[in-house]
């Protein structure tokens, strides 16, 4: 089955710590996404690669960071310079880099810091 | 990317076709309207896209009137499993765009029995 996986489902991590949030597709797609979604609100964009080696900042980045060393990974570590890193994160990703084509979402990792 | 507005929560009951109106006046020519579904700590999921006139798939319906300004999206006869919450997103297609998607509250669709 193609499809995008996101480990582990639920992540509890004390202050101080990074962590980092896995994210696989087996869609062969070049573009892959990652989002953050707090309570009640709509997602927000973190990071976005269009290609292997390469990825941009989107509206949130501060206290994040990414590599895409191959086309199928796109892991994001959550640093401990991110103030309020409790929340919902998902990976998307998508076969080119247009908003025009359909973004395919992971499950999500929950992540709790304390 | 064009801002668009849509209500924050609506409610029906099973059987009923429910329609989901966005605002988009500041849309581009180059933008195409997408509307995507969310269950609870789930990701979005895709409906449908659609550029003018009206878009049909197995699942719902798009009308986007000529001047291009609002949309509707037609769930017929929804069942307790479309409870989610809708999001309308307005963005540029083609090539060299970002795929940066804004994704705002969305509508809270609450079906019931």
């Known amino acids: 089955d193609g499809g995008i996986t996101q480990s582990p489902k639920y992540l509890f991590r004390k202050e101080g710590q990074n962590v980092t949030l896995s994210c696989e597709q087996n869609?062969?797609?070049?573009?892959m996404y990652w989002y953050r979604q707090d309570p009640g609100q709509g997602l927000r964009l973190i990071y976005y690669s269009q290609i292997v080696n390469d990825f941009q900042k989107g509206d949130i980045a501060e206290g994040y960071s990414v590599s895409r060393e191959k086309k199928e990974s796109f892991p994001l570590t959550v640093t401990s310079a991110q103030k309020n890193p409790t929340a919902f994160y998902l990976c998307?990703?998508?076969?080119?880099?247009?908003?025009?084509?359909?973004?395919?979402f992971g499950p999500g990792t929950r992540l709790t810091v304390t | 990317l064009a801002k668009t507005t849509q209500p924050i929560s609506m409610d029906s009951y099973e059987g009923q076709e429910v329609n989901i109106t966005c605002s988009h006046n500041?849309?581009?020519?180059?933008?195409?309207i997408t509307w995507y579904q969310q269950f609870p700590s789930q990701g979005p999921r895709f409906i449908i896209q659609g550029y003018k006139t009206k878009v049909t798939n197995e699942v719902a319906s798009l009308f986007i009137p000529a001047d291009r300004k609002s949309s509707t999206l037609s769930l017929p006869r929804v069942s307790l499993s479309d409870t989610a919450v809708y999001y309308c997103?307005?963005?540029?297609?083609?090539?060299?765009?970002?795929?940066?998607?804004?994704f705002g509250q969305g509508t809270t669709l609450q079906v019931k029995p």
């Open positions: 998307a990703s998508s076969i080119g880099g247009g908003s025009f084509y359909e973004q395919y």
């Open positions: 869609l062969n797609h070049d573009a």
């Open positions: 500041n849309i581009a020519t180059n933008d195409y």
């Open positions: 997103l307005v963005g540029v297609g083609g090539s060299g765009n970002t795929g940066k998607l804004i």
